[in-house]
């Protein structure tokens, strides 16, 4: 069982990366993604992701207020995992996918 959930684990994670990278194309890069969590309040959260320090936290409902419902639900179809489940893993995954998208603190042209 152990090494079906880690299969399933990496798969899960492969969609989740893919997701995250759809996304962010889908706003208009990077810089886009970062204004809508700026809009929400979460500037400080984003920008210690961008930023050379250590990355703060996000958590689901921060992730669902950003990213709006009917995406979540989109994603979570498309993926085949439950919306909870979704942000729980993107929570995990966001903060330092985008660090790793800005290794000098500063975010790529698109």
Do not use: C, H
């Not at 990278?21 to 969590?37: D, E, P, R």
């Not at 489940?85 to 500063?106: C, E, R």
């Amino acid at each position: 069982m152990r090494l079906f959930d880690g299969v399933l684990g990496g798969l899960v994670g492969a969609g989740i990366n893919s997701a995250i990278q759809g996304y962010i194309q889908q706003q208009g890069g990077l810089g886009a993604v970062v204004q809508k969590f700026e809009k929400q309040g979460m500037g400080g959260l984003v920008q210690s992701w961008i930023g050379t320090g250590s990355n703060q936290a996000v958590s689901a409902e921060q992730l669902q207020q950003v990213l709006g419902a009917d995406l979540v639900q989109q994603l979570s179809a498309k993926l085949g995992i439950p919306a909870p489940d979704l942000l729980g893993k993107l929570a995990q995954v966001l903060p330092d996918a985008i660090d790793k998208m800005t290794p000098q603190g500063v975010i790529p042209k698109s």
